[in-house]
Every structure is written in structure tokens, then in C-alpha cells.
């Protein structure tokens, strides 16, 4: 591979949920090609630029804004997810999901796209969910909430498209990070999953930050309105759930 392909070195990124999982795998992805970035996140950063930002707090992030200046590259990673079934969960807890999870993306972009608009240039990616097409049971606002980014995104797409600024989500499947570090202490989890997706294991969070970086790069250029679905073949097992009497 030719060097710095990609053509990001020099190139400026902010990346929110930068603290952990997908985020945090993000920023590393991002930095080890030569772009200089920016994590924002609750929690605290390591090794890295950072800002403690709520994305849920508009000017908060306007605040960071304010600090940080034009950037070529908003990742939105943030994420948060909490149990319960519709008719029963606590409204508060679906209100929470749907406020860091699609909401705290469209802060960010009104924040940092603006002068994206401005330079003629920039690339929008948001991490949404196979969850967003396949409804995930017991899990209150998760699957609405990454639906919304996926149109959020295509939106973004069709009116920031003219002056330049590309938008495109990624939707990873079964991924092990912080967040779903609990399943997998459970005995069998981990097993059972990774027989479960076509290319037999779950995704680590880098699998799914080297997309990123692709859709982050000029290699992407004519890439915009887009869901790179990064499952490992997982949602399209389908069919291999029902019973196919002489074609098993």
C-alpha cells in the first residue's frame, strides 16, 4: 500500500463517545494515519486532545466549538443504551437514549458543519446499528433512535451535498466493547455469538473504526448518503433460522 493512501495526514477530526468502545477505536484509527484529533466525551480521555462535553447539551458542544475551531471530520459515536421493553421502561430512560443517541449527533453536525459548509469541504460519520433495521426486543429506544440517525444522515447527505460535505453512517452488528462487556461474562455468550455471524467471531471496535476512516478519506469522495452495514454477514443469517427440509 502506498503511503498515507488515505490522504488524511494533516487533517483535523473530532470524535464524540471518544472515552471507549467504538469511539475510542475511532480516534486511535484516526490518529494513527496522521489526522490530528479531538475526543470529546463524560468520561475522561486518555492519550489524547479532549474536551469533557455532553453532546445532549447544545451549548456545551458550542462551547467546544468555540475552542477548537474548523475541523474536516465529525465522528459521532457517542452512544448509550438501556433496557426495558416499550410499554414498560421508564421514560426517562428512553428519553436519555434518544438525547445522546440522535440528538447528540444533530448538535454536533449544527455545531461543527457549518464551517464545514463555509470550506467547501468535510465528512460527516455517524455510528448507527444494524438494530436500526432489525428491531432489537427489550431494549426501549435503541432501535428508534439509531433508525433516526439513519435518515438524519441521508438528510445531512442530500442538503450539505452541494457545498461539498459528505454524510454516511456505519452499522455494526454484534461488536464487544465496554458497553456490551457484560454479555460476554455471561458463560456461552461469547460462543453462541460468534457462531451466530458468518465469519464466526464477534467484531472487535477496530474492525469497525477502519471503515470510518475509509468513509473519513477522499477515497470515499463520491460516498455520501450511505450505510456500510459492518456485521460480518451477521443480518443476513436470516433464512438459516427456519427449517428447509433437503436443504440443509
Known sequence: ???????????????????SGIGA????????????VVGLDRAPIDGLD???????DEAAVGEVVAAVGTVDI???????????SILE????????VLAV??????????????????????SLVHIASVAATHPQGSSGAYSVGKAGVHMLSQQLAIELGPNGVRSNSVSPGLVRTPMSEAYYQVEGVLERRNAAVPVRRVATAEDIA?????????RARYVTGTDLVVDGGFSRTLMGTVPRPGYD
Open 74 to 84: 465529525l465522528v459521532n459515536a457517542a452512544g448509550i443504551t438501556r433496557p426495558g
Open 89 to 96: 421502561m421508564d421514560r426517562g430512560d428512553w428519553d436519555r
Open 210 to 218: 477502519d471503515v470510518v476512516v475509509f468513509l473519513a478519506s477522499d
Open 50 to 56: 479532549s474536551y469533557g462535553c455532553d453532546v445532549t
Open 25 to 36: 477505536a475511532c480516534a486511535s484509527a484516526l490518529a494513527a494515519v496522521g489526522v490530528t
Open 1 to 19: 500500500m502506498l503511503p498515507d493512501w488515505l490522504g488524511l495526514a494533516g487533517r483535523r477530526a473530532v470524535v464524540t463517545g471518544a472515552a
Open 101 to 122: 443517541n440522535l440528538i447528540g449527533y444533530l448538535n454536533t453536525v449544527r455545531a461543527f458543519a457549518p464551517a464545514m459548509v463555509a470550506a467547501g469541504r468535510g
